[in-house]
C-alpha cells in the first residue's frame, strides 16, 4: 500500500516484512529483503532507531540462513549506531536481545552471558509484563538449547511474582496462589480458577463464597470451546493492553451471582497457549478494570510449572 519515501510508515512495514519471511522460513527471500533495505537505509540516512532495528532484523535472518558472519557484522553495526546516537532503553535491549539468540545459535557461552546480562538490566528495569516475557524466553531458549545453567547463577532473578510461583511445585497450591494474586489484584471478594489441558478445563481452586454449579462449568467449557477453535485470533498489541485496562463487561451471571472472566495466557514452544480461565465474583453494578498483562504473567508461571498444563490457541 506504500513505497519507499512515500509514508512514514514504510520503514516499519518493511522491517516487520522481513522477521514475517523469516517466520515463514523463506530466509533467502527475507535475507535479500533486509539486505536491500540496510542499504537504502544507509544511503538516505535513515532515523537511527530505524536504522538499528533493520540491522536486527537482518542480522536474525541471515543467522537462520546460516550466514552467522554476515550476522554478526550487522549486529556489530547495530551496535555502533546505538553508541553513536546514544540509543538506549528497548531499542538497545533489542540488540541485546538479538544477540543473545546468535549466541546460542553458535554456543558462545561467553557472549550468551553478556547479552543476556544486559538484556536483564534493560527488559527488566521497568517492570513490564511484555518486557519481562521477553527476557524470559530468551532464557527457556538458553535451556532448550542444553545451556540451562546460564540463568540463575550468573544473571540478575526474573519477575519475583513468577520467581516465586515456581518455587511451588505441587500443582495445586500452585494455582490456589494463582487465584489469590488475581483476587487481590483487581479487588474482588471472591473467585475460582480452571486449569486448561487437552482435554479440557477442570475447576482448581476457589475463593470466597463462591458457588460452582452446573451453569458455571458449562460457561467455562462454551467459552473456550468458542475461543481455541476461532481462527480469527488476534494479537496483543499495545492498543490491546489499553483497551483492556478499561472496564470490561460481565460475560457471566444467574439470579444470584456476577461473574468476569480472565484468561491465563503464555509462550510455549513460539505458540500461544491458554493455560486457565479465572472467573472473578464481581457486583455488576461497579466497574471492574482488567489487568490482563498480569493474568498473562501468572498464565506464564503455570505453564513453566506444570507440562500437561495448556492448550494452544488457534491461529
Not at 34 to 39: I, N, Q, T, V
Not at 64 to 87: F, K, V
Not at 146 to 156: E, I, K, N, Y
Not at 262 to 273: E, M, P, S, V, Y
Request: include cysteine.
Amino acid at each position: 500500500m506504500t513505497a519507499a519515501g512515500k509514508h512514514n510508515a514504510w520503514p516499519h512495514a518493511t522491517e516487520r516484512r522481513v522477521g514475517a519471511l523469516r517466520a515463514l522460513g523463506r530466509y533467502e527471500e527475507s535475507v535479500a529483503l533486509g539486505r536491500a533495505l540496510a542499504a537504502y537505509a544507509e544511503a538516505e540516512d535513515f532515523e537511527p532507531v530505524n536504522l538499528l532495528r533493520i540491522y536486527v532484523a537482518l542480522s536474525l535472518s541471515e543467522a537462520e540462513a546460516g550466514s552467522i558472519d554476515a550476522a554478526s557484522h550487522n549486529l556489530a553495526c547495530a551496535l555502533r549506531c546505538a553508541d553513536r546516537e546514544g540509543i538506549r532503553g528497548v531499542p538497545l535491549g533489542i540488540v541485546h536481545e538479538a544477540a543473545a539468540r546468535l549466541a546460542i545459535r553458535t554456543r558462545d557461552v561467553a557472549a550468551l552471558e553478556a547479552a543476556l546480562k544486559t538484556c536483564a538490566a534493560v527488559l527488566l528495569a521497568g517492570g513490564n509484563p511484555s518486557l519481562t516475557a521477553k527476557y524470559e524466553r530468551l532464557l527457556r531458549e538458553a535451556q532448550a538449547a542444553g545451556l540451562a545453567w546460564a540463568d540463575d547463577r550468573t544473571l540478575p532473578p526474573v519477575d519475583p511474582v513468577r520467581a516465586r510461583l515456581r518455587s511451588v511445585k505441587d500443582s495445586r497450591e500452585r494455582a490456589a496462589m494463582v487465584l489469590e494474586l488475581l483476587v487481590q489484584k483487581h479487588g474482588v471478594a471472591a473467585g475460582c480458577l480452571f486449569t486448561v489441558t487437552e482435554v479440557g478445563a477442570m475447576l482448581v481452586a476457589r475463593k470466597g463464597p463462591v458457588t460452582v454449579e452446573e451453569k458455571l462449568c458449562s460457561f467455562v467449557s462454551d467459552y473456550l470451546s468458542a475461543e481455541l477453535s476461532d481462527t480469527q485470533m488476534v494479537t496483543v498489541t499495545q492498543q490491546h493492553e489499553r483497551v483492556a485496562q478499561r472496564s470490561a463487561p460481565v460475560l457471566f451471571s444467574d439470579e444470584q451471582d456476577a461473574y468476569l472472566h480472565l484468561l491465563l495466557r503464555g509462550r510455549r514452544q513460539a505458540h500461544t497457549f491458554v493455560a486457565g480461565v479465572a472467573l472473578l465474583r464481581v457486583d455488576a453494578s461497579r466497574p471492574v478494570h482488567v489487568d490482563q498483562s498480569h493474568g498473562d504473567v501468572l498464565g506464564q508461571a503455570m505453564l513453566d510449572g506444570d507440562p500437561l498444563c495448556g492448550r494452544r490457541e488457534a491461529v
